[in-house]
């Protein structure tokens, strides 16, 4: 795990640098902060600046998570206020939706 980690880390830091705006790790188990201490040594300064533990037991950190996030849109089972459960309609509705108006606006293009 640790070279795989490793070679992940080398592969998204010099050969995409600059794409992560923030990764938010929400409720890790306990295990994850032994590992974390293991491979932290090894994150760019400038990548791991970008990482941001949330534990929803603690207010500061879900507060902070509600000023990077809409918390709208985020399921309630990751701190946010969307119901999660699953309606075929409501999704069957929104994409006939999507498709007319892409086709609306392909047919103005054309």
Same mark, same amino acid.
């Given at each position: ?8 880390? %080398?592969?998204?830091?010099? %050969? &995409? ?5 923030v990764?938010?790790?929400? #409720?890790?188990?306990? !295990?994850f902060?032994? /590992?974390?201490?293991? !491979?932290?040594?090894? !994150?760019?300064?400038s990548?791991?600046?970008?990482i941001? /533990?949330? #534990?929803p ?9 509600? +000023? $990077?996030?809409? $918390?709208?849109? !985020?399921d309630?089972d +990751? ?6 459960? &699953?309606?075929?309609?409501a999704?069957g509705?929104?994409? $006939?939706?999507y ?7 392909l047919?103005a293009?054309?």
């Amino acid at each position: 795990p640790m070279k795989t980690s490793r070679e992940t880390l %080398h592969i998204l830091q010099d %050969h &995409f640098p600059e794409r992560l705006a923030v990764a938010v790790c929400y #409720n890790p188990p306990w !295990i994850f902060a032994v /590992f974390w201490k293991a !491979i932290s040594p090894f !994150i760019d300064a400038s990548t791991y600046k970008k990482i941001r /533990f949330v #534990n929803p037991k603690r207010a500061k950190e879900t507060a902070r998570m509600s +000023l $990077m996030f809409d $918390m709208s849109v !985020i399921d309630t089972d +990751l701190g946010g206020d969307r119901d999660p459960a &699953f309606d075929l309609e409501a999704l069957g509705a929104e994409m $006939m939706e999507y498709d007319a108006r892409r086709a609306r606006l392909l047919a103005a293009v054309a």
